[in-house]
């Protein structure tokens, strides 16, 4: 249906290389990341805040989409996405997600909206992506 794609560059040691980040769309245009924006937690990106964006952005569309099926439309939502990096044996492994979403949505109760909260959290597409526990926070105002 739809193809895109994200590329990286990368130089030297992963302690002291450098590597940049770009998007097909543009809005990131070698954008810098290392090992100490990602680890230390100085200037750049990271994978991490990358797929915390995409997660939140994935989830906020799909629920706007069941949102829709149920004859509602939101005023605003915000969403973020808490993405978890931790030492895993050798290596490092993403172990949680949390989505912090609040909402402006007319006419919905809360029991009906922390249904369709949660239908858009399990069928989100990035969600589906995850193997990982993915918890949510759904507040509407």
């Not at 249906?1 to 990131?28: E, F, N, V």
């Not at 490092?92 to 009906?112: C, E, M, N, Q, Y």
Request: aromatic content about 8%; charged content about 20%; glycine content about 12%.
């Amino acid at each position: 249906m739809s193809t895109t794609y994200g590329s990286a560059k990368w130089q030297g040691g992963i302690r002291d290389g450098k590597g940049a980040i770009s998007t097909k769309s543009g809005a990131l245009s070698d954008y810098p990341y290392g090992f100490a924006s990602r680890f230390e937690g100085k200037p750049g990106s990271n994978p991490e805040e990358l797929l915390g964006a995409a997660h939140a952005a994935c989830f906020t569309m799909a629920l706007s989409l069941i949102l829709g099926e149920a004859k509602l439309t939101a005023e605003q939502m915000e969403t973020k996405a808490d993405v978890t990096l931790e030492k895993d044996g050798d290596g490092f492994s993403i172990t949680s997600v949390h989505l912090t979403l609040s909402a402006k949505i007319p006419g919905a109760d809360d029991a009906t909206f922390q249904e369709l909260a949660g239908k858009a959290k399990a069928g989100c597409p990035v969600s589906k992506l995850f193997n990982t526990k993915i918890t949510l926070d759904a507040t509407l105002l």
